[in-house]
């Protein structure tokens, strides 16, 4: 039996990650499962896996939480304290899938020896990834990548080493608006971006598939990751959505990893250790798939995969920069307050502040979440003008 925490449990991914838990309950034992405010969903969730622990960030819901455990013997928490402590409890598997950088301390804290910490959360690796990683190796946990791309790349590069790697290509579906006029894009309100054409998701990743900032995030999630420069990362549009990273070798070989696009394949694959886990999918049939489509990114319609790409070879403090501006960016657009290309205006803007020479690199998880943390004020103050103009 591995014992299991869930952070984000409430969340697409934690949904996710709790029907890969069921169908074996034979391996799996969830010690805590913890989410952001839905505590009804938190509850329920707690007693399908018969969790021993839930907690719920919101420090106000503590009294519906018990409530809502009250014929269980689940511990109940609730607050940022309560997380960490929930972080503290004996487990094997960390299963981090909170949403954005809120998610960077409690999945920080997870870091533990011998400890499997399963990643979802990449904002926290954007914010803070040269520090995540380095702590990880010198406490002996294992960060073990849940995002498709990630976890196909992981499994396609063991069959070398990331410095014999030409180039590490990761796919993106092109989301939404792939297809769209660059007039008809900057008209389209958060509903419509929110309409994925392949994935299921959470609010903040689905306006980031359509802004193509996913999938810069993701490059320079996979740097930190698998230790590759930028010039060894590319994206490349794959509608399809089966092949999800493709490694090219500097002796021509190449290895791919592919699935259907269900994110409980990489969950799956994640949470398996001696043996990978039996799970009830159907075998590809690949004569019925019979072609597979690639198409180059247009970065005049989605310049925010641009800059992503300019941020990871620059590096320095503009990640942390450019994840905060975009986390400040996105949540405006959602609300209605300003229009899609105002999300890569304000993060642009914040970025070339940090640009600048006089801001170092940050040295720790706690420097880069002071970056964030200016970011962030720094982007809401780009936020106001933008909203003086309209
Ligand atoms: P989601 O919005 O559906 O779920 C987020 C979860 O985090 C919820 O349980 C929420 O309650 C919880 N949460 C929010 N704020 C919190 C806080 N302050 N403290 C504790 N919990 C908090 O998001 P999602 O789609 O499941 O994505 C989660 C993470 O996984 C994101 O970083 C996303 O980029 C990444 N990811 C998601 C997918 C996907 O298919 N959904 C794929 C790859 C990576
Ligand atoms: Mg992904």
């Known amino acids: 039996m591995r014992k299991i925490t869930i952070l984000g449990a409430t969340g697409s991914i934690g949904r996710s990650t709790v029907d890969v838990v069921s169908e074996h309950p034979d391996k799996f034992e969830v010690?805590?499962?913890?989410?952001?405010?839905?505590?009804?969903?938190?509850?329920?969730?707690?007693?399908?896996?018969?969790?021993?622990?839930?907690?719920?960030?919101?420090?106000?819901?503590?009294?519906?939480?018990?409530?809502?455990?009250?014929?269980?013997?689940?511990?109940?928490?609730?607050?940022?304290?309560?997380?960490?402590?929930?972080?503290?409890?004996?487990?094997d598997v960390i299963l981090a899938a909170i949403a954005g950088t809120a998610g960077l301390a409690p999945t920080y804290a997870s870091l533990k020896k011998g400890r499997r910490i399963a990643l979802a959360n990449k904002e926290s690796l954007v914010c803070a990834g040269q520090s995540f990683m380095k702590a990880a190796a010198a406490i002996g946990a294992e960060v073990f990548a849940v995002d498709s791309e990630h976890n196909a790349l992981q499994q396609a590069l063991m069959a070398g080493q990331s410095q014999d790697v030409t180039i590490a290509t990761i796919t993106a579906s092109g989301g939404p608006f792939r297809t769209w006029s660059r007039e008809d894009i900057a008209a389209a309100p958060a509903e419509v971006a929110s309409r994925h054409p392949v994935w299921a998701m959470g609010a903040k990743i689905l306006?980031?598939?359509?802004?193509?900032?996913?999938?810069?995030l993701e490059l320079i999630e996979a740097s930190h990751l698998f230790d590759l420069r930028a010039d060894q990362l590319d994206v490349v549009v794959h509608p399809d959505a089966i092949v999800h990273a493709?490694?090219?070798?500097?002796?021509?070989?190449?290895?791919?990893?592919?699935?259907?696009?269900?994110?409980?394949?990489?969950?799956?694959?994640?949470?398996?250790?001696?043996?990978?886990?039996?799970?009830?999918?159907?075998?590809?049939?690949?004569?019925?798939?019979?072609?597979?489509?690639?198409?180059?990114?247009?970065?005049?319609?989605?310049?925010c995969l641009k800059l992503a790409k300019a941020v990871l070879r620059a590096g320095g403090?503009?990640?942390?920069?450019?994840?905060?501006?975009?986390?400040?960016?996105?949540?405006?657009?959602?609300?209605?307050?300003?229009?899609?290309?105002?999300?890569?205006?304000?993060?642009?803007?914040?970025?070339s502040v940090y640009a600048g020479e006089g801001v170092r690199a940050p040295a720790s998880v706690e420097d880069a979440l002071a970056i964030h943390n200016d970011a962030t004020k720094m982007a809401q103050e780009h936020l106001e003008l933008i909203l003086a103009k309209h």
């Open 31 to 91: 010690e805590a499962v913890v989410g952001g405010s839905n505590v009804e969903t938190l509850a329920e969730t707690a007693k399908r896996v018969k969790a021993r622990c839930a907690v719920v960030a919101d420090a106000t819901k503590l009294a519906d939480l018990k409530e809502a455990l009250s014929d269980t013997d689940i511990d109940c928490g609730a607050g940022e304290k309560a997380v960490l402590e929930a972080v503290d409890r004996p487990a």
């Open 207 to 216: 306006i980031d598939s359509a802004t193509l900032m996913n999938k810069g």
């Open 246 to 303: 493709i490694a090219q070798w500097r002796d021509g070989a190449v290895t791919a990893g592919l699935a259907a696009p269900d994110m409980r394949i990489p969950i799956a694959n994640a949470l398996g250790f001696e043996r990978r886990l039996k799970m009830p999918y159907p075998v590809l049939d690949f004569v019925k798939i019979s072609r597979l489509n690639f198409e180059a990114p247009d970065e005049e319609r989605f310049p």
């Open 317 to 351: 403090p503009l990640p942390a920069a450019m994840n905060a501006a975009n986390e400040v960016a996105v949540a405006a657009y959602m609300g209605g307050q300003i229009k899609f290309y105002d999300i890569y205006t304000l993060v642009a803007a914040v970025c």
